[in-house]
């Protein structure tokens, strides 16, 4: 059973930076894609950094530039570093896995990140 546990997240002010962690447990594999989510209260959750197996990543228009998305495959650890951090940033984080599926079929339980101006 794979688990996917978020870490990093907090009260910062604009324009501060913060780095997310995600520990994955149960499969030794790291041939798939990871990604990290977000969703904001009132709006649908949205995807804001994608890594595949060989480190390609995709990152939407609204944090291009300001979050990096990395992975360390020998400590099982995906990261999420957000640099020139906006209130609009503030949601809470998702960790997720594509394991075997197109989709992202494993989920952490989230991680709060709150950007005051």
């Known amino acids: 059973q794979v688990q996917l546990v978020e870490s990093g997240g907090g009260l910062v002010q604009a324009g501060g930076s913060l780095r997310l962690s995600c520990l994955r447990s149960?499969?030794?594999?790291?041939?798939?894609?990871m990604a990290w989510f977000r969703q904001a209260p009132g709006k649908e959750r949205e995807s804001v950094a994608i890594?595949?197996?060989?480190?390609?990543?995709y990152y939407p228009d609204s944090v291009k530039g300001r979050f990096t998305i990395s992975r360390d495959n020998a400590k099982n650890t995906v990261y999420l570093q957000m640099n020139s951090l906006k209130p609009e940033d503030t949601a809470v984080y998702y960790c997720?896995?594509?394991?075997?599926?197109?989709?992202?079929?494993?989920w952490g339980q989230g991680t709060q990140v709150t950007v005051s101006s």
């Open positions: 890594i595949g197996s060989s480190s390609s990543t």
């Open positions: 149960g499969r030794t594999s790291s041939d798939y894609r």
């Open positions: 997720a896995a594509a394991i075997g599926s197109f989709v992202f079929n494993y």
